[in-house]
């Protein structure tokens, strides 16, 4: 992270302090802009083969200056007829996100074939991917970043589902344990909420990490910390183990990719001023809130509890969701599922389905548990408090993932 002076650090710190997420932005695009002003935003023609778009874009944007990238790109697909009023480049612009962070590709991978998986960085991506390709996909979101910052018709939303600990080191924060509950799941569930629960005292576990192929076989065995293979984990220690479990497997493993990604991202914008946001702020300015439909909530959710008293925290539920902005539909899909944008399918896709639980509590803020979908919601004396709470927890009680 860059050091920070004078008023950028003041203006930094009172941001970071006390501001919502719509002043941050507008903070942000006003950098942007302000960075970028002897950059002039005229037109400059690209052609692109939609059947080979990755490697036509890169060729065509080989050489670009900073100037030239933040130039309005007038895209054409050759072949294919049309003027690009700005519906080519926004197709150019879906297409080539689509290219690069779909897991199907192969430049970007996730933890597993789930439609709601997250995606990162793919360390062990096919060998005609290079890692140029990471330094152009970060150029790509630079771009979208600075359209973004012009508004009106230009702004442009990355199409893509990030993992938490991706987007953490974006902004330059360490990763830890915790980002394993919406990142990895799987792993989440059947060894480290085992390891935080249980004695570990008698288990045969060290500070290494064995790594697999799709086939079982092992392919190497990895120490998380000098002479790991020979430090045993204990009661004491386990929290460290964890921590340096992820720090490997969410960080240090992909390291390179992170680091071409961040090297495109920060020749448009500058590293320090991203760093203003929290993991899923960034998502926000990223990817958008996204389109959401109560009835197709209200037609695919799961409902764990039967009291008179929790049907009546439900009316309320749907009554408050009824009047969420679109932000607070995204912090509320982010604080229960770990992520502001919804499969494909919307709610029908969500695996687990989004459940709505009874929590054993009174007037304490809701809680959640990221890798089943679930929001537990304790009982209130009033609609008022319930409504207070809730907003409370999605926007300010993202840290614990149902840790509480």
Not at 30 to 44: A, C, G, N, S
Not at 81 to 86: A, H, I, M, N, P
Request: include cysteine; charged fraction near 25%.
């Amino acid at each position: 992270m860059k050091p920070r002076s004078g008023d950028w650090a003041v203006a930094m710190d009172y941001l970071c302090g006390s501001e919502t997420f719509k002043d941050k932005q507008d903070f942000f695009y006003h950098e942007v802009r302000k960075f970028h002003q002897k950059h002039y935003h005229e037109k400059l023609p690209l052609k692109v083969n939609r059947e080979k778009l990755l490697e036509s874009s890169l060729k065509a944007t080989k050489g670009f200056s900073v100037s030239d990238w933040c130039r309005n790109f007038e895209i054409t697909f050759q072949g294919e007829q049309g003027l690009d009023w700005g519906g080519v480049r926004r197709e150019w612009f879906e297409l080539t996100c689509a290219a690069l962070f779909d897991a199907k590709n192969g430049l970007f991978t996730s933890f597993s074939e789930s439609q709601q998986a997250l995606v990162h960085p793919n360390p062990r991506r096919p060998p005609h991917l290079k890692l140029k390709h990471y330094e152009f996909a970060g150029k790509l979101v630079g771009k979208c970043l600075y359209e973004s910052a012009l508004g009106g018709s230009y702004r442009q939303l990355v199409r893509a589902r990030f993992t938490r600990s991706f987007l953490a080191q974006i902004i330059g924060l360490r990763v830890h344990y915790k980002y394993f509950e919406q990142d990895d799941p799987d792993l989440y569930l059947s060894k480290v909420k085992y390891i935080l629960e249980h004695d570990v005292e008698d288990m045969e576990l060290f500070f290494i990490e064995e790594e697999y192929d799709r086939f079982g076989q092992l392919l190497k065995v990895v120490e998380l910390v000098t002479g790991g293979s020979k430090i045993r984990v204990g009661n004491a220690t386990k929290h460290q183990y964890l921590d340096a479990l992820a720090q490997y497997r969410l960080a240090t493993s992909l390291k390179d990719e992170v680091e071409q990604f961040l090297k495109g991202l920060n020749e448009l914008i500058p590293d320090n001023l991203l760093s203003i946001f929290d993991e899923n702020e960034l998502e926000l300015l990223l990817c958008g809130t996204g389109e959401y439909s109560i009835a197709d909530f209200r037609a695919h959710h799961v409902m764990n509890g039967g009291s008179s008293e929790f049907r009546r925290i439900l009316d309320w539920f749907w009554t408050a969701v009824s009047n969420f902005t679109q932000e607070e539909m995204a912090r509320l899909l982010q604080f229960t599922t770990g992520c502001s944008q919804l499969p494909p399918g919307g709610f029908a896709e969500l695996s687990p389905r989004f459940q709505l639980t009874a929590a054993p509590t009174f007037g304490s803020l809701p809680t959640a548990h990221t890798c089943f979908n679930q929001l537990c919601l304790p009982d209130y004396e009033s609609y008022e408090q319930f409504e207070k709470a809730l907003l409370l927890a999605i926007s300010e009680g993202t840290e614990g993932f149902g840790m509480i």
